[in-house]
Structure formats: structure tokens, C-alpha cells
């Protein structure tokens, strides 16, 4: 029967725990279902970009189906309340993947133009979610978009991730374009030439990665550069939105519809290996959509990506595990995108590392625990500042100064009543004063605007949309 040794501790919380298959499979008994599948849970982690919190069906959506991306919030839970650590891209990311308000290590904003001997990059200091689950046995992949530094010490394959195949910049072409010297296209550490239609490779990838891997436990970050600009769609995809008009919105409908199809693809490799319910699967935006340069709406919120209004930093946000977190369930406890790496930890059995921000999820999920799984949620980026306690939040913005809004009654942060509630205007400052002392100055400036055409221009190309009160756009990488 071979090695059917098993620790004490490992053997109780498996039989505590109910789980026969896992407890079979650990022990490695013969004609244990699915014995040839890891005890471990593989893990899917999905991450879109610039996807605006009103642009899928599951969030409300009417003019772009996404059917399998819906099928994750049918099949899991939709987190109602779902941050992310920053309203701009490589923040976001870099909070993440350690579980720590980026903040703390200097990483608050995107950097500027890059090149190898530039200081952007994650510190070796912190362990990312990736280093962890290899030492843990492991398969890592990233298919995607890195944006977390260019030097060859601050590149995937020297941060935990086995096998890398994407680009390491804030944005890429999605046609074939020639080469790209300054921000190709890799396959580990040697640059390629790809042809096909970008996101659909990036499905190729994972999927064949996937395929590859399917008999031992697995990390796949899966890091969509969609719907981000710029706005580029074959006619295949295009040709589904005929009853759009033609501009900005067809475009950007047909880059959701082919993300849609791609996260289809990893969904449907995973029943195929028979691993779906051994596998946790997590999809969120990266912030806020930049409405006015490519159309992707925030819905009922007020702002849009490069602010810490809700328009920025609340996005879709779900979470499946058949069999272990309940179908078709709503979280409306604010939640952050820190959790995902505690949650993931706890999932694979790893024990939660001293100074992570984020909470594991899975008990509140399993209605083993009650209540928010956090006091409170900060955001500084730069000038703008924004902390979250319960339905109250207190905002910084440099055009408006501090405003208080009770988002349970004003989602859209449109009644400001800091006159009327002076002590939790004051109670609230305090929180956030008391969390900035535990944070480091940025480590590289902020990242100067990027040029994009007019907004009125694109609006002209764009389909009417549904009404959103918000402030002017930054323009934002």
C-alpha cells in the first residue's frame, strides 16, 4: 500500500473536517476516490483590468453577456462590498500578492518609464503568495501581465512563479504589432513573437498549463491585460456587439466577450481533469474602470480608476470552491483584495505569516464566523486618502477636502455628512493617522499621465450608457 504515514495534527484536522476524500488521498489508500488528485486545492487566481464594477451580468450588466464569469458568482460567492488596495494598477498587484497594504514597503504608486536599472520592483523583504505555495509543493504560473518590475531579480521566475508567460509593463498591444523591444512578450526569461489575438493566448497558456499540471497542486495567476487599453478586438469577437454602434463601446464589449470566452476555457479544463471541485478559484478587477477613455462603467458608484472614491477601488469580486464555500451566497461585509493571500494560505494548509493585512475569508464564507472579517479598510494614494469602518466613509480628495458618507444609504458618496457627525469625522482621522504611521514614503515617484484622446471624442464613440455621477477622470496608466 506504500507510505501511508501521516502526521497526528494533519490526520485530525482532515477527519475534523469531514473530508473522507482528502483524509483517503493523504493517505494515498488504493480505491480512494479520485486518488490520483492532489489533497491539496489547486488554486485559480483571475485577475481583470480596468474592469469597471457594472460591466458583468452578475454585477448588473445588460448589453455585454458574460455567462462564465457570471457562473463563478452562481457557483461561489459575489463579495457585494469587494476592494482592492489601490485605484491604479501595479499597487493593487503588489498588495496582492504579499497580503500587506503596499504602502508599507513604499509601493504606492505606478511607476514611470522603466528599464532594468530602475528601483521598481517588489522587496525581497516580502514574500509573495507564489514563493509560498512552492515552498509548500506547489506548481506556479503567471500567464499575463506582470507590472511589478523590470531587473532580472524582480522578474516572475525570481519571485516564486515556476513558469511565466506574458509581459512585465503596465499595458501591451493586443494584436500582433511587430516586436516590441521595450515590453515583449516572454516565455520565461527569453522573448517571443506571438500572433494570435492576445487574450486568446493568454487562454492557450493557461489552459495548456493546466493540462500540464492537472495531477499535482497548482497556483495559476491568471493576469488578463483586458479590458485595459488599447481598445483593440478582432472581428470575431466584434461581430457578436453588431447591435452597438461602432466606436469605443463595440470595441470594448468585444474585449470583455473575448475575456469572457478565455476564463471559459480554464473553467472547462478543469472539469475536463475532473479537479474543479479541488480547485478555489478567485476573479476580480484590478480597480475601477477609466470610463471616459475606453467606456467600462463603475454602475451606481461615484469616480472612476485613479480614485478613492468608490468608483475606483470597489469592483467585482468572487470566489468559488465547490463543496466548501456555498453557491450562489452574497457577501456584503467589506472585504479586500489583501485577503485573497491569507485565504489562499489557509486553503492549502499553510500557516498564516506574522504582518499580513488581509484575513482569511474561509470561515466567514462557511458561516463559521460571524460579523466583518475587518475593523477597517485604508487607502492613501498620494494626496487622496479614504479609510472604511462599517457603513461609514471618510474621504480625502484634494479638490473636495475631507467628506464623510454613509454608503449604506448613499453608495454613490453623493450627501456628504461630516457637518452633522463631527465626533465619527474625528474617530475616523484618527484611524487613519494611526494606520499612516506603520507606512513608508514612496519608494519612486508617481507616474506621470498618460495622453489619451479627448474625452468628448470618445464619447462620441461610445454607446449610451447608463448614468454615473462622478468627478472629472484623472488620467491614469
Known amino acids: 500500500m506504500g507510505d501511508t504515514s501521516l502526521s497526528r495534527r494533519r490526520f485530525l484536522q482532515l477527519a475534523g473536517a469531514g473530508s473522507a476524500v482528502a483524509l483517503a488521498r493523504a493517505l494515498g489508500l488504493p480505491g480512494s476516490p479520485g486518488n490520483a488528485a492532489p489533497a491539496k486545492p489547486n488554486v485559480v487566481l483571475i485577475l481583470a483590468d480596468d474592469l469597471g464594477y457594472g460591466e458583468l451580468g452578475c454585477q448588473g450588466a445588460k448589453d455585454i453577456p458574460t455567462p462564465f464569469i457570471d457562473s463563478i458568482a452562481a457557483s461561489g460567492v459575489r463579495f457585494t462590498d469587494g476592494y482592492v488596495s489601490c485605484p491604479v494598477c501595479s499597487p493593487t498587484r503588489a498588495g496582492l500578492l504579499t497580503g500587506r497594504y503596499q504602502q508599507r514597503f513604499g509601493h504606492e504608486f505606478n511607476p514611470g518609464n522603466v528599464d532594468a536599472a530602475a528601483p521598481f520592483g517588489l522587496p525581497k523583504e516580502e514574500t509573495l503568495l507564489p514563493e509560498r505555495l512552492k515552498e509548500a509543493g506547489y506548481r506556479t504560473a503567471l500567464v499575463g501581465k506582470w507590472h511589478l518590475g523590470v531587473r532580472q531579480d524582480s522578474r516572475p521566475l525570481s519571485r516564486g512563479f515556476d513558469e511565466f508567460f506574458g509581459f512585465l509593463g503596465g499595458a501591451h498591444a493586443y494584436v500582433p504589432a511587430g516586436d516590441t523591444p521595450a515590453n515583449p512578450i516572454y ?276 454607446a449610451p450608457r447608463r448614468r454615473q455621477t462622478n468627478t472629472p477622470a484623472p488620467r491614469v496608466n
Do not use: C
Open 187 to 462: 516565455r520565461g526569461d527569453s522573448p517571443v513573437k506571438e500572433q494570435e489575438y492576445l487574450t486568446d493566448a493568454f487562454a492557450r497558456e493557461a489552459e495548456a498549463f493546466i493540462d500540464r499540471n492537472h495531477t499535482r497542486p497548482f497556483f495559476l495567476y491568471l493576469a488578463f491585460n483586458a479590458v485595459h487599453s488599447p481598445l483593440q478586438a478582432p472581428e470575431k469577437y466584434t461581430s457578436r456587439f453588431s447591435s452597438i454602434p461602432a466606436g469605443n463601446r463595440r470595441t470594448f464589449a468585444a474585449m470583455l466577450s473575448a475575456m469572457d470566452d478565455a476564463v471559459g476555457k480554464v473553467l472547462q479544463a478543469l472539469r475536463r481533469h475532473g479537479i474543479e471541485e479541488n480547485t478555489l478559484i478567485i476573479f476580480l478587477s484590478d480597480n475601477g474602470g477609466p470610463t471616459r477613455q475606453t467606456t467600462s462603467s463603475n454602475g451606481p458608484l461615484r469616480g472612476f480608476k485613479g480614485q478613492v472614491l468608490e468608483g475606483g477601488i470597489r469592483v467585482p469580486f468572487m470566489m468559488q470552491w465547490k463543496g466548501r464555500i456555498p453557491a450562489g451566497k452574497t457577501l456584503s461585509a467589506p472585504v479586500i483584495s489583501l485577503d485573497i493571500a491569507p485565504t489562499v494560505l489557509a486553503a492549502a494548509g499553510i500557516s498564516q505569516p506574522a504582518g499580513l493585512d488581509g484575513k482569511d475569508l474561509l470561515p466567514f464564507l462557511a458561516q463559521e464566523q460571524a460579523g466583518s472579517p475587518h475593523d477597517a479598510l485604508f487607502w492613501r494614494f498620494g494626496d487622496q486618502k479614504a479609510v472604511r469602518r462599517g457603513d461609514w466613509k471618510l474621504v480625502t480628495l484634494p479638490a473636495e477636502g475631507t467628506r464623510l458618507y454613509n454608503l449604506s444609504s448613499d453608495i454613490g458618496e453623493a450627501k456628504d455628512l461630516s457637518a452633522a457627525n463631527d465626533a465619527t469625522v474625528r474617530e475616523m482621522t484618527g484611524l487613519l493617522e494611526d494606520w499612516e504611521k506603520g507606512l513608508r514614503p514612496p519608494a519612486w515617484k508617481r507616474a506621470p499621465a498618460r495622453q489619451t484622446r479627448p474625452a468628448a471624442r470618445q464619447q462620441r464613440n461610445a
